[in-house]
């Protein structure tokens, strides 16, 4: 992770924060000591959301798969 100090960092805000989205994290460091670490917020998405498959199946085909795995379940 880069360190950059407090005076850095305001100069080159736009680029810190593409900094810190590529490499996860950037660290600024005021004249104190006191340091602080600029990272990118987790973008929430849902479990679903999941990407589709392409396959050429028709309902009638599916509707009956999940029948026969009902059947060899009983």
């Known amino acids: ?6 005076s850095e960092a305001r100069q080159r805000l736009a680029s810190l924060l593409e900094l810190a989205k590529r490499d996860g994290a950037v660290r600024i460091r005021k004249r104190d000591g006191q340091k ?10 849902s479990p679903l959301d999941v990407p589709s498959l392409k396959i050429n199946i028709k309902r009638d085909e599916v509707v009956e798969i999940i029948r026969s795995s009902r059947r060899s379940v009983e």
């Open 1 to 6: 992770m880069k360190e950059y100090t407090f």
């Open 36 to 45: 602080y670490v600029l990272q990118p917020e987790k973008q929430g998405k």
